[in-house]
């Protein structure tokens, strides 16, 4: 399976500033996924990172907060904009290689706001 | 009612013991299934693609049941080191949209 790594892992960040977490795949995949998890709970898409085009955005998540990045098939980045501390959470990146397989995933950020 | 459900545990179990999760899907179009386990602050890996006539790996045994749209793992002979989350996970027909339960919460102990 790709290997996915993903910088920084971890990050404390001032309210109102912006941080692009980074999502580097050891070898082409065919799509990119952006999560966030709250400690306990379950994750949560926020979109799917779609090479050469804008990204795909779930109910609830929108460009302007959550700018992604695609340039190639193997990386992609996600900023968290005008961050506040309900940004505080871990991000996850994960990649697939195809309809039906599975996602594996990087090892997250851990994002908290001051 | 979530696409995904799972029960959420927390199940405590003693080592040695079997334990069983399950979890049903609502989409009965749904494609693909498969077993993750996330430790604690830890990122989500997989730990078995699920198949229409069962499949197992080790201690580990996983069912699909299409017609009552539900899906189990059984685990064998527990080991400390099987106390994770076990997130049951169904990808939709047709793209690469992919549904996570909420997860399962396993304690083995000594």
């Known amino acids: 399976s790709a290997v996915i790594s993903q910088k920084p892992s971890r990050d404390i960040c001032q309210r109102g500033t912006s941080l692009t977490i980074q999502c580097q795949v050891d070898?082409?995949?065919?799509?990119m996924f952006w999560y966030r998890q709250q400690p306990g709970q379950s994750l949560t898409l926020i979109a799917t990172a779609n090479q050469g085009s804008e990204a795909t955005y779930e109910s609830g998540f929108v460009i302007d907060k959550f700018p992604i990045s695609r340039p190639n098939l193997t990386f992609s980045t996600l900023t968290v904009s005008n961050m506040s501390p309900e940004d505080s959470s871990i991000y996850l990146c994960s990649a697939t290689t195809g309809v039906n397989q599975p996602q594996h995933f990087g090892d997250g950020t851990r994002l908290s706001i001051l | 009612r979530k696409e995904v459900e799972q029960d959420p545990g927390p199940f405590n179990v003693p080592e040695g013991a079997t334990v069983a999760f399950n979890c049903t899907y609502s989409?009965?179009?749904?494609?693909?299934f498969f077993w993750y386990r996330q430790d604690c602050r830890k990122e989500p890996k997989l730990l078995m693609s699920v198949y229409s006539s069962g499949n197992e790996d080790g201690r580990f045994t996983a069912q699909l049941n299409r017609a009552s749209q539900y899906i189990s793992l059984l685990i064998r002979d527990s080991k400390l080191s099987d106390s994770a989350t076990y997130l049951c996970?169904?990808?939709?027909?047709?793209?690469?949209?992919?549904?996570f339960g909420a997860g399962t919460r396993l304690f083995v102990k000594a």
């Open positions: 989409n009965s179009a749904s494609q693909s």
């Open positions: 996970v169904v990808n939709k027909t047709g793209g690469f949209k992919t549904i």
């Open positions: 070898s082409q995949v065919t799509m």
